[in-house]
């Protein structure tokens, strides 16, 4: 099963700003997991707030809001309320699959693939070294997302020419030209300030020209 292939703590770092999960409730999960796995069935934010720096009001606010949002779960059995993280989890690994799935596509796609090795060379040539797997990993994610290998390039060049030769700058200039765009077809943004660093998020809600009609949410 995926669930006993890929380790829990490593899906949730790698997706918790997706899921637009903030750092404080981030270290609630690991917490909350860390207890369970010691046989603290019932997670409370009195016994979280023993073993945390942070104020048991700012606890509670927070795991509500991971309650709310279906991330967590309590159930009763036998008699006794259960804290759970199984909708956390199954939320991950349906992420993990979605993903792979997409990757999948990307390699098997020889448009795609001409595309990628079209970006790798502009990257490489214009940052003047070769490209860390991590920004590997990030630019295919671009392209498996829509974005077409002359978008990526132009934003690499605006980022280049703000003497920014990084990633995240790209991922940034990506961004804003995702906002412009809906802005121009709507006139407004659905997008929170909150999530301005996170380009798949964005990507998912932006009505943007270049977004593959087949893909996936």
Excluded: C
């Excluded at 990757?103 to 990628?116: A, G, P, W, Y």
């Excluded at 990633?167 to 802005?183: F, Q």
């Amino acid at each position: 099963m995926i669930s006993e292939a890929v380790d829990f703590h490593f899906l949730l770092l790698e997706n918790y700003k997706k899921l637009k999960i903030s750092e404080n409730q981030l270290a609630i999960i690991l917490m909350m997991d860390h207890l369970i796995s010691y046989g603290d069935t019932f997670v409370t934010a009195d016994l979280l707030s023993l073993k945390m720096s942070l104020d048991i009001k700012e606890i509670d606010r927070l795991l509500a809001d991971l309650l709310t949002r279906g991330l967590i779960e309590y159930t009763t059995a036998n008699g006794k309320t259960i804290t759970s993280l199984n909708p956390l989890k199954e939320r991950l690994y349906r992420e993990f699959q979605i993903s792979v799935s997409k990757e999948n596509e990307v390699r098997n796609n020889k448009t795609i693939s001409d595309q990628l090795t079209n970006i790798y060379e502009n990257f490489q040539q214009e940052l003047g070294r070769s490209l860390s797997p991590t920004e590997v990993s990030t630019i295919r994610e671009w392209v498996a997302m829509g974005y077409t290998d002359e978008i990526i390039i132009n934003a690499l060049k605006e980022a280049i020419s703000q003497g920014k030769k990084s990633i995240k700058s790209v991922d940034k200039i990506l961004l804003t030209w995702a906002k412009r765009e809906e802005l121009e077809a709507e006139g407004k943004t659905s997008i929170k300030d909150d999530w301005t660093n996170n380009l798949e998020e964005t990507i998912r809600i932006a009505k943007t020209p270049w977004l593959d009609e087949d893909d996936e949410d």
